[in-house]
T-cell receptor
Framework: GDSVTQMEGPVTLSEEACLTI???????????LFWYVQYPGEGLQLLLK?????DKGSNKGFEATYRKETTSFHLEKGSVQVSDSAVYFC?????????????FGKGMKLTVNP | DVKVTQSSRYLVKRTGEKVFLECVQD?????MFWYRQDPGLGLRLIYF???????EKGDIPEGYSVSREKKERFSLILESASTNQTSMYLC??????????????FGSGTRLTVV
Protein backbone atom coordinates (compact mmCIF):
# COMPACT_ATOMS: atom_id res chain seq x y z
CA GLY A 1 0.00 0.00 0.00
CA ASP A 2 0.86 3.66 -0.10
CA SER A 3 3.25 4.92 2.54
CA VAL A 4 5.26 7.96 3.58
CA THR A 5 8.60 7.88 5.37
CA GLN A 6 9.95 11.03 6.92
CA MET A 7 12.58 12.13 9.41
CA GLU A 8 11.07 11.81 12.87
CA GLY A 9 13.29 13.92 15.10
CA PRO A 10 12.82 15.66 17.42
CA VAL A 11 15.11 18.32 16.05
CA THR A 12 16.31 21.46 17.82
CA LEU A 13 17.83 24.33 15.84
CA SER A 14 18.98 27.84 16.54
CA GLU A 15 17.23 30.75 14.92
CA GLU A 16 18.43 31.44 11.36
CA ALA A 17 19.72 27.89 10.88
CA CYS A 18 18.91 25.95 7.71
CA LEU A 19 16.26 23.25 7.84
CA THR A 20 15.77 20.15 5.72
CA ILE A 21 13.19 17.49 6.56
CA UNK A 22 13.47 14.45 4.34
CA UNK A 23 10.37 12.75 3.01
CA UNK A 24 10.08 9.80 0.64
CA UNK A 25 6.98 8.00 -0.51
CA UNK A 26 5.66 4.80 -2.04
CA UNK A 27 2.51 4.99 -4.11
CA UNK A 28 0.59 2.87 -6.59
CA UNK A 29 -0.39 5.73 -8.84
CA UNK A 30 0.65 9.32 -9.32
CA UNK A 31 0.05 11.01 -5.99
CA UNK A 32 -0.26 14.58 -4.86
CA LEU A 33 2.16 15.47 -2.09
CA PHE A 34 1.66 17.73 0.90
CA TRP A 35 3.39 19.18 3.90
CA TYR A 36 1.20 19.93 6.90
CA VAL A 37 2.23 21.81 10.02
CA GLN A 38 0.80 21.53 13.52
CA TYR A 39 1.55 24.39 15.89
CA PRO A 40 1.33 23.69 19.63
CA GLY A 41 -2.23 23.12 20.76
CA GLU A 42 -3.70 23.37 17.27
CA GLY A 43 -4.91 21.15 14.45
CA LEU A 44 -3.03 20.56 11.21
CA GLN A 45 -2.68 23.27 8.60
CA LEU A 46 -1.68 22.83 4.98
CA LEU A 47 1.78 24.34 4.51
CA LEU A 48 2.37 23.58 0.85
CA LYS A 49 1.55 21.07 -1.85
CA UNK A 50 2.64 19.76 -5.27
CA UNK A 51 0.56 17.77 -7.70
CA UNK A 52 2.97 16.69 -10.44
CA UNK A 53 6.62 15.92 -11.02
CA UNK A 54 9.02 18.87 -10.73
CA ASP A 55 6.34 21.08 -9.18
CA LYS A 56 7.68 23.24 -6.36
CA GLY A 57 5.39 24.13 -3.50
CA SER A 58 6.26 27.13 -1.39
CA ASN A 59 4.81 29.06 1.53
CA LYS A 60 6.14 31.10 4.47
CA GLY A 61 9.72 30.65 3.27
CA PHE A 62 9.38 26.86 3.08
CA GLU A 63 9.87 24.98 -0.19
CA ALA A 64 9.55 21.41 -1.39
CA THR A 65 10.00 19.95 -4.88
CA TYR A 66 8.17 16.87 -6.18
CA ARG A 67 10.91 14.51 -7.36
CA LYS A 68 9.39 11.54 -9.12
CA GLU A 69 12.72 9.91 -9.94
CA THR A 70 13.69 9.72 -6.28
CA THR A 71 10.09 9.56 -4.94
CA SER A 72 10.90 12.39 -2.59
CA PHE A 73 9.40 15.65 -1.34
CA HIS A 74 11.93 17.15 1.06
CA LEU A 75 10.97 20.28 2.99
CA GLU A 76 13.52 23.10 3.17
CA LYS A 77 13.86 26.52 4.71
CA GLY A 78 16.93 28.67 4.55
CA SER A 79 16.53 30.49 7.85
CA VAL A 80 14.17 29.22 10.54
CA GLN A 81 12.46 31.39 13.14
CA VAL A 82 11.25 30.67 16.65
CA SER A 83 7.70 30.82 15.26
CA ASP A 84 8.47 27.79 13.06
CA SER A 85 8.52 25.55 16.12
CA ALA A 86 5.90 22.93 15.33
CA VAL A 87 5.34 19.36 14.19
CA TYR A 88 5.70 18.82 10.44
CA PHE A 89 3.94 16.03 8.55
CA CYS A 90 4.59 14.84 5.04
CA UNK A 91 1.54 13.30 3.34
CA UNK A 92 0.26 11.97 0.04
CA UNK A 93 -3.07 11.51 -1.65
CA UNK A 94 -3.13 8.81 -4.29
CA UNK A 95 -6.06 8.73 -6.72
CA UNK A 96 -5.12 5.19 -7.74
CA UNK A 97 -5.97 4.19 -4.21
CA UNK A 98 -9.61 4.84 -5.05
CA UNK A 99 -10.36 7.30 -2.31
CA UNK A 100 -9.65 10.81 -1.15
CA UNK A 101 -7.76 9.83 1.95
CA UNK A 102 -4.40 11.20 3.02
CA UNK A 103 -1.54 8.97 4.08
CA PHE A 104 0.77 10.63 6.60
CA GLY A 105 4.31 10.22 7.73
CA LYS A 106 4.91 10.00 11.47
CA GLY A 107 5.68 13.68 11.88
CA MET A 108 8.77 15.56 13.03
CA LYS A 109 8.85 17.93 15.96
CA LEU A 110 10.97 21.01 15.37
CA THR A 111 12.03 23.37 18.14
CA VAL A 112 13.75 26.61 17.22
CA ASN A 113 15.61 28.43 19.99
CA PRO A 114 16.36 32.14 19.96
CA ASP B 1 -12.38 30.25 5.21
CA VAL B 2 -13.58 26.71 5.67
CA LYS B 3 -14.10 25.86 9.26
CA VAL B 4 -14.07 22.44 10.80
CA THR B 5 -15.31 22.53 14.37
CA GLN B 6 -14.85 19.76 16.87
CA SER B 7 -17.25 20.05 19.76
CA SER B 8 -14.81 19.35 22.60
CA ARG B 9 -11.19 20.27 23.03
CA TYR B 10 -10.60 18.00 26.02
CA LEU B 11 -12.64 15.04 27.17
CA VAL B 12 -12.22 12.60 30.04
CA LYS B 13 -14.32 9.43 30.01
CA ARG B 14 -14.43 6.22 31.99
CA THR B 15 -13.65 2.77 30.64
CA GLY B 16 -16.75 1.18 29.16
CA GLU B 17 -18.58 4.44 28.48
CA LYS B 18 -20.06 5.18 25.07
CA VAL B 19 -18.35 8.28 23.71
CA PHE B 20 -19.43 10.60 20.91
CA LEU B 21 -17.00 12.95 19.19
CA GLU B 22 -18.70 15.50 16.99
CA CYS B 23 -17.35 17.30 13.95
CA VAL B 24 -19.09 19.96 11.88
CA GLN B 25 -17.89 21.68 8.70
CA ASP B 26 -19.44 24.74 7.11
CA UNK B 27 -18.40 24.54 3.45
CA UNK B 28 -20.60 21.81 2.00
CA UNK B 29 -17.68 19.39 1.63
CA UNK B 30 -18.48 15.89 0.49
CA UNK B 31 -15.57 14.13 2.16
CA MET B 32 -15.01 13.93 5.88
CA PHE B 33 -12.41 12.00 7.86
CA TRP B 34 -11.53 10.92 11.38
CA TYR B 35 -7.88 10.40 12.31
CA ARG B 36 -6.20 9.67 15.58
CA GLN B 37 -2.78 11.08 16.39
CA ASP B 38 -0.35 9.30 18.68
CA PRO B 39 3.31 10.07 19.42
CA GLY B 40 5.63 8.05 17.23
CA LEU B 41 2.75 6.79 15.09
CA GLY B 42 1.67 9.97 13.34
CA LEU B 43 -1.89 10.19 12.06
CA ARG B 44 -3.87 7.06 11.33
CA LEU B 45 -7.19 7.00 9.52
CA ILE B 46 -10.10 5.54 11.48
CA TYR B 47 -13.09 6.11 9.17
CA PHE B 48 -14.06 8.38 6.35
CA UNK B 49 -17.22 9.34 4.53
CA UNK B 50 -17.66 10.61 0.98
CA UNK B 51 -21.38 11.39 1.22
CA UNK B 52 -24.31 11.45 3.57
CA UNK B 53 -24.99 8.01 5.08
CA UNK B 54 -21.88 6.63 3.38
CA UNK B 55 -18.89 5.42 5.35
CA GLU B 56 -15.69 3.55 4.70
CA LYS B 57 -13.29 1.90 7.10
CA GLY B 58 -9.86 3.36 7.36
CA ASP B 59 -6.73 1.67 8.64
CA ILE B 60 -7.75 1.24 12.29
CA PRO B 61 -11.56 1.02 12.55
CA GLU B 62 -11.72 -1.53 15.35
CA GLY B 63 -13.55 -0.24 18.41
CA TYR B 64 -15.05 2.70 16.53
CA SER B 65 -18.10 3.48 14.46
CA VAL B 66 -19.28 6.61 12.67
CA SER B 67 -22.46 8.38 11.69
CA ARG B 68 -23.13 10.85 8.89
CA GLU B 69 -26.81 11.73 8.85
CA LYS B 70 -26.25 15.25 7.53
CA LYS B 71 -23.62 16.47 5.10
CA GLU B 72 -22.05 18.92 7.54
CA ARG B 73 -21.75 16.58 10.51
CA PHE B 74 -19.56 13.51 10.99
CA SER B 75 -19.62 11.78 14.36
CA LEU B 76 -17.12 9.31 15.73
CA ILE B 77 -18.47 6.82 18.26
CA LEU B 78 -16.50 4.76 20.72
CA GLU B 79 -18.96 2.01 21.59
CA SER B 80 -17.19 1.04 24.80
CA ALA B 81 -14.21 3.25 25.56
CA SER B 82 -10.94 1.60 26.55
CA THR B 83 -7.70 3.06 27.86
CA ASN B 84 -5.90 2.30 24.58
CA GLN B 85 -8.25 4.77 22.90
CA THR B 86 -6.72 7.62 24.84
CA SER B 87 -5.47 9.82 22.02
CA MET B 88 -5.83 13.04 20.07
CA TYR B 89 -8.66 12.77 17.55
CA LEU B 90 -8.64 14.97 14.45
CA CYS B 91 -11.51 15.54 12.07
CA UNK B 92 -10.94 16.79 8.51
CA UNK B 93 -13.02 17.67 5.48
CA UNK B 94 -12.38 18.09 1.78
CA UNK B 95 -14.21 19.11 -1.35
CA UNK B 96 -14.69 15.95 -3.41
CA UNK B 97 -14.88 17.75 -6.72
CA UNK B 98 -11.32 19.00 -6.29
CA UNK B 99 -10.08 15.41 -6.18
CA UNK B 100 -6.61 15.48 -4.73
CA UNK B 101 -5.55 18.91 -5.89
CA UNK B 102 -6.65 20.71 -2.80
CA UNK B 103 -5.66 20.28 0.76
CA UNK B 104 -7.73 19.08 3.62
CA UNK B 105 -9.08 21.31 6.38
CA PHE B 106 -8.58 20.00 9.88
CA GLY B 107 -10.32 20.77 13.12
CA SER B 108 -8.35 21.70 16.23
CA GLY B 109 -8.62 18.22 17.66
CA THR B 110 -10.18 16.55 20.69
CA ARG B 111 -7.81 15.17 23.28
CA LEU B 112 -9.61 12.19 24.79
CA THR B 113 -8.44 10.53 27.99
CA VAL B 114 -10.04 7.26 29.02
CA VAL B 115 -9.54 6.39 32.69
Amino acid sequence: GDSVTQMEGPVTLSEEACLTINCTYTATGYPSLFWYVQYPGEGLQLLLKATKADDKGSNKGFEATYRKETTSFHLEKGSVQVSDSAVYFCALSDPAGGSEKLVFGKGMKLTVNP
Amino acid sequence: DVKVTQSSRYLVKRTGEKVFLECVQDMDHENMFWYRQDPGLGLRLIYFSYDVKMKEKGDIPEGYSVSREKKERFSLILESASTNQTSMYLCASKNGRALHFGGYTFGSGTRLTVV
